[in-house]
């Protein structure tokens, strides 16, 4: 069970505790739903002093990259054929 513990800083923010298992699930949050707390939360993991939490912070990080890349390029074929290529190079 995962389990998120908060912790109180001099400023009285809260900020979760971060673990491997709430990297990974942050990145499915980011990856899949593009949730920006998430991405942010990945941000913040990969500036840790762990290597392996930066490790997966920053292979999850790419995975969204590379999924946007791939929308991306879906939304514009479907404009192009949309629109009959008229202006689409």
Known sequence: MLEI???LHK???EETEMDNDYVFL???MWCRFGQQ???KEL???ATSMDPDMRA???AMLAKG???LRDLERRVQARSCASLGGTLCG
């Open 56 to 58: 997966l912070a920053w």
């Open 43 to 45: 941000l913040r993991a």
């Open 26 to 28: 942050c990145g499915v």
């Open 37 to 39: 707390e998430a991405g």
């Open 65 to 67: 990259a590379r999924r």
């Open 11 to 13: 400023a009285g923010r």
């Open 5 to 7: 513990r908060l912790k």
